[in-house]
């Protein structure tokens, strides 16, 4: 059974930063693309950022580019998201999702979000 | 960048029913489309892939169609567990979803 659970919950101040984990079993984690999409309270999905399988690319969302970055540790099938600069535009769910494929494809798989908060 | 452009935004629709959701491209996605339902409280879960390849598990009352820019969703025969929001994505060029549509039993 596919798995995806994330971790690094919590309420931060703008301009903090904060690291986001999600751990993933059941499949062959470092076959596969893996990607973070968040959504903010009451509104719709935003695809955030995509790494393929085997690190070789990374592709962002302007509103995160220059502020995220994404990264995977296939030995220890987990995929990261370290965020910077924190904005309050950022408070949202983040989920963590398999992509079909090793690059771009659908998504599926899903974590079960974890809530991050930026607020003073 | 790819957008798109789906309605509607809210639906209310009577147990039995059949209801359509569309998505509409800025640019041919080449059926590069999937959808999503994510039920309240709950992550999102795959219900279509390829604009028309139903996942495994999803009742065969979902069924996806469209090409080009053009997509739909259909439900067939609604039944009180639908309630939820629907959202298409692409993934033919980075990856975009649409606004979704909330589904409600009237």
């Known amino acids: 059974e596919v798995q995806l659970v994330e971790s690094g919950e919590g309420l931060v101040q703008p301009g903090s930063s904060m690291k986001l984990s999600c751990v993933a079993s059941?499949?062959?984690?470092?076959?596969?693309?893996m990607n973070w999409i968040r959504q903010a309270p009451k509104k719709g999905l935003e695809w955030i950022a995509l790494i393929y399988y085997d690190s070789s690319s990374k592709y962002y969302a302007d509103s995160v580019k220059g502020r995220f970055t994404i990264s995977r540790d296939n030995s220890k099938n987990t995929l990261y998201l370290e965020m910077n600069s924190l904005r309050s535009e950022d408070t949202a769910m983040y989920y963590c999702?398999?992509?079909?494929?090793?690059?771009?494809?659908?998504?599926?798989?899903w974590g079960q979000g974890v809530m991050v908060t930026v607020s003073s | 960048d790819i957008q798109m452009t789906q309605s509607p935004a809210s639906l209310s629709a009577s147990l039995g029913e059949t209801v359509t959701i569309e998505c509409r491209a800025s640019e041919d996605i080449y059926s590069n489309l999937a959808w999503y339902q994510q039920k309240p409280g709950n992550s999102p879960q795959l219900l279509i892939y390829?604009?028309?390849s139903l996942a495994d598990g999803v009742p065969s009352r979902f069924s996806g169609s469209g090409s080009g820019t053009q997509y739909s969703l259909k439900i067939n025969s609604l039944q009180s567990e639908d309630v939820a929001s629907y959202f298409c994505?692409?993934?033919?060029?980075?990856?975009?979803f649409g606004s979704g549509t909330k589904l409600e039993i009237k």
């Open positions: 999702a398999k992509g079909n494929g090793s690059y771009v494809d659908y998504f599926d798989y």
């Open positions: 994505q692409q993934y033919n060029n980075y990856l975009t």
């Open positions: 390829d604009a028309n």
């Open positions: 059941g499949f062959t984690f470092s076959n596969y693309g």
